[in-house]
C-alpha cells in the first residue's frame, strides 16, 4: 500500500470511529482536541485499525500507558527529560516534538494526529513485510 492509500483508510476509520465527516480527518488534526476522541475511543481505534490492515497491535503499542504513575517521567503534572525521551522511543510514530516547549501532560493527547497515525500503520505494514 502507499502512503495515501493507508492515510486514506485510516482517516476512513477514524471517522467511522468517531462519528465525523472524513471531511474533518485532516492530516494535522488531533485525535482528542480536533476530532473529539475520548479514551474509550482508543480502544476502538485500535481494533478498527487492526482490522482494517490485518496488522496485530500490542498493549501500549499505539498510545502510552501508565505514563503519568512514574516519577522519572512525569514530575508535577509535567514530562520530564526522561519522559519526552520515553514518548520519542516508545511511539516513534508520533510528533513529541509539538510538545517539547511546553511538555504539560495534559498536551500529550497533542501528539496523536491523523499523519501520527498513519505513520504508525505505515511502519507495522513495514515491519510485516
Not at 486514506?8 to 494535522?28: F, H, K, S
Not at 481494533?47 to 503519568?68: H, M, V, Y
Not at 509535567?78 to 516534538?97: I, S
Request: glycine share 6%; proline share 3%; hydrophobic share 45%.
Amino acid at each position: 500500500m502507499t502512503r495515501d492509500e493507508i492515510q486514506a483508510r485510516v482517516q476512513e476509520v477514524l471517522a467511522e470511529v468517531l462519528g465525523i465527516d472524513e471531511d474533518e480527518v485532516t492530516p494535522r488534526a488531533t485525535l482528542t482536541g480536533d476530532l473529539g476522541a475520548e479514551s474509550i475511543d482508543f480502544l476502538d481505534i485500535v481494533f478498527r485499525l487492526e482490522q482494517a490492515f490485518d496488522i496485530k497491535i500490542e498493549q501500549g503499542e499505539l498510545f502510552p500507558e501508565n505514563l503519568q504513575q512514574d516519577a522519572t517521567y512525569v514530575q508535577d503534572g509535567v514530562l520530564t527529560e526522561a519522559g519526552l525521551a520515553a514518548l520519542r522511543e516508545k511511539l516513534p510514530h508520533a510528533e513529541v516534538d509539538a510538545i517539547e516547549a511546553d511538555p504539560r501532560l495534559g498536551r500529550v493527547g497533542e501528539i496523536f494526529t491523523v499523519d501520527a497515525m498513519t505513520n504508525f500503520v505505515e511502519r507495522k505494514l513495514g515491519a510485516a513485510a
